[in-house]
């Protein structure tokens, strides 16, 4: 049973530019969580994706958006990269009536 | 915004001691989980304690919970050296779960 895959795994881009991660939850998980997580902190919330809408949001702003697609997989877009957009990138899928995430590895995306 | 914190930031110490970890969180929650994490990739469920519960076990893993006080620790019995990691709580609140910024645990041989 395969659990969370997260493409690409390491990612290097420019600032301005535009970027899609993605993310496949584990089967059986309806909801996709994305994270960000600068090196040394712990994961930040960026969104939760359940029905094909986002349900919950964190404190990031509208250049992040994401998608989730009617097989529950997952999509992040961040537009016009900033250096600050440099973190591993983690997506996280659950059940609803559930409460433990499984987590992808990651993406590592840095913007030079 | 960051609503669990864990205690201490970073911990090392022998194999085969245990290890404890704390963790306080604000507001109120449904459940509280501990995660780890290893080399910056991808975090671990370790344990899941529901509000409604005060202490939880799995393997080597005790797990404690006071709502009073809005805490919780998590203790690692005879630590060996696989366990170095980063260990992160996460607070369950309005069906979104907001990770703390983790203890550094080294186990030293």
């Known amino acids: 049973d395969a659990g969370v895959t997260q493409s690409p795994t390491h990612l290097i881009k420019t600032r301005g530019q535009q970027v899609t991660l993605r993310c496949s939850p584990k089967s059986g998980h309806d909801t996709v969580s994305w994270y960000q997580q600068a090196l040394g902190q712990g994961p930040q919330f960026i969104f939760q994706?359940?029905?094909?809408?986002?349900?919950q949001r964190g404190n990031f702003p509208d250049r992040f958006s994401g998608h989730q697609f009617p097989n529950y997989s997952s999509e992040l877009n961040v537009n016009a990269l900033l250096l600050g957009d440099s973190a591993l990138y983690l997506c996280?899928?659950?059940?609803?009536?559930?409460?433990?995430?499984?987590f992808g590895s990651g993406t590592r995306l840095t913007v030079v | 915004s960051q609503q669990g914190e864990e205690d201490p930031q970073a911990l090392s110490i022998q194999e085969g001691e245990n290890a404890t970890m704390n963790c306080s969180y604000k507001?109120?929650?449904?459940?509280l989980q501990w995660y780890r994490q290893n080399s910056g990739r991808g975090l671990v469920h370790l344990i899941l304690?529901?509000?409604?519960?005060r202490e939880k076990h799995s393997g080597r893993l005790r797990v404690t919970l006071d709502t009073s006080k809005k805490s919780s620790s998590l203790l690692i019995t005879a630590s060996r050296a696989a366990d170095t990691a980063s260990y992160f709580c996460?607070?369950?609140?309005?069906?979104?779960?907001?990770f703390g910024k983790g203890t550094r645990l080294h186990i030293l041989p």
């Open positions: 994706y359940y029905e094909e809408e986002e349900r």
């Open positions: 507001t109120s929650i449904n459940n």
């Open positions: 304690i529901r509000s409604n519960e």
């Open positions: 996460a607070t369950d609140a309005d069906d979104k779960i907001i």
């Open positions: 996280a899928s659950s059940h609803l009536v559930n409460y433990g995430y499984t």
